[in-house]
């Protein structure tokens, strides 16, 4: 079983649109949780840590459920500039790799 | 900001040669990690190091070492490279202090020939 699940899309979404990513995680263990942005070619960015409040940064609102043991992230208005794979990043502390990744899931924003 | 460098954008080297993916990060972070990225396959940890001098096998270490003689600087090497470690390799940072972030290089696309 992965450490890490995510649907891989992809998601194809028009201008302006509401899109949600859901990502599962196995091992309640589990302390911190992230959002990296993808584009093409390049090395994942930091979008924005989960915390168990929920956050948000603008069109972004990252949220966690420890309970049922997943994470999500919601894009508001989704824009071109959104295009790119979303990778959920947890970190177990005290396990050897520390960081585990789903595998991305890919969104285009159709104007 | 944290920086962590990779020595190269791209590489195209032949099988059977012998491949230094060089990686420099300038914050003072205690661990450093190789990944590889392939399509459908996500990022996979190749080694890993918690300290100077040390290092630890990830899930995919076969064919590949690694040397960590400084802080600053973690270096993977593929001793007789073969056309199956044509890839996207990534280097990453974090600390140990806190809330731990990933912090990644630009990434190295390595072309086996």
């Known amino acids: 079983r992965k450490e890490v699940e995510q649907d891989p899309g992809p998601f194809n979404v028009p201008e302006g649109a509401t899109v949600a990513f859901n990502c599962t995680y196995s091992?309640?263990?589990?302390?911190?949780f992230f959002w990296y942005r993808q584009d093409c070619r390049k090395e994942p960015k930091l979008l924005m840590s989960v915390y168990s409040s929920g956050n948000e940064d603008g069109r972004f609102t990252a949220q966690l459920n420890r309970a049922s043991q997943y994470i999500s992230l919601l894009i508001r208005d989704s824009k071109l500039s959104d295009s790119a794979t979303y990778l959920c990043?947890?970190?177990?502390?005290?396990?050897?790799?520390?960081?585990?990744f789903g595998t991305g899931t890919s969104l285009t924003v159709i104007p | 900001d944290v920086k962590v460098t990779q020595s190269s954008r791209y590489l195209v080297k032949r099988t059977g040669e012998k491949v230094f993916l060089e990686c420099v990060q300038d914050?003072?972070?205690?661990?450093m990690f190789w990944y590889r990225q392939d399509p459908g396959l996500g990022l996979r940890l190749i080694y890993f190091s918690y300290d100077v001098k040390m290092k630890e096998k990830g899930d995919i270490p076969e064919g590949y070492s690694v040397s960590r003689e400084k802080k600053e600087r973690f270096s993977l090497i593929l001793e007789s490279a073969s056309t199956n470690q044509t890839s996207m390799y990534l280097c990453a940072s974090s600390t140990v202090r806190g809330h731990e972030k990933l912090f990644f290089g630009s990434g190295t696309q390595l072309s086996v020939l």
């Open positions: 990043v947890v970190n177990i502390p005290n396990t050897g790799n520390q960081f585990y």
């Open positions: 914050m003072d972070h205690e661990n």
């Open positions: 091992n309640s263990a589990s302390q911190s």
